[in-house]
């Protein structure tokens, strides 16, 4: 039995299952949107995805961080070895908005270090994963699968996909946060890279078009929380490219006092 490799499946059947919980609510077309303490929006299908990642993985001996559900103090979370840290929908906005750029993000940490990475786009039905022993994989979900019972039976590809030639220097930014550091750090970018492409991605999706080589570059200046990265840094630690912070250049650290992961970025090798 490969421990890891169950936690895994059981992470991507969660995923997936919890992608097609947003989905229903999608459809149904009358979700009730509500603001939370800080005044970002919060939908029924935050929740109903959440409800079934916990239904999901909770057989597992390993506790949660959520954006849905109220953290533990620090002094409790600070001794485990373990943790799941989730978004269950990131990209509320985007969903709200109706574009497709959304996605589910569940992470393993282990010691703060993100050591698997599952991302699912529900709309597209693409499913990305990667782990310290499985490099960073890619599969087209089909309607009938409602889950997996192996890893190996998961028909995927190993990224990154096979670059379009001549496409130019790509860096991705955030759809709804620039801050004045970010600008003045586009402005030197171009001059740099007269050529670069700036281009506004929304969600988890940004890191998986840096997996399938579709993007070069993710810079960000500006807090976000630490389940807007951890899944997608676990994803790209496995092709070896790791969120790094921008002052201190080291990769980023899990379940710390405060959740909130600092100006980063990550760049193609």
Known sequence: MNIDNDILLSMINA????GRAIEEVKNSRSFAIHSKSDNSPVTDADYASQHTIVDMISHLPIPMISEEEESMPYEIRKGWKEVFIIDP???TGEFINGTDEYGVNIALCRDGIPVTGVIYLPSQKELY????SIKARKAVIKDTVISFS?????ESCILPLEQQEDRGYICLAS???RSEETIAYY???RRDIPDVSICPVGSCVKYCHIA????DEYTRFGSVKEWDTAAGDALLRSMGMPLVDIHTGKPLLYNKEILNSSDFTVKRK
Do not use: H, M, N, V
């Open 212 to 215: 399938s080589g579709e993007a």
């Open 175 to 177: 759809k709804s946060r």
């Open 129 to 132: 994963y990667g782990t310290e």
């Open 89 to 91: 929908l990131d990209g």
């Open 15 to 18: 995923a997936i299952a919890a």
């Open 187 to 189: 402005e030197s970018l």
């Open 150 to 154: 192996s890893i190996e039976d998961i």
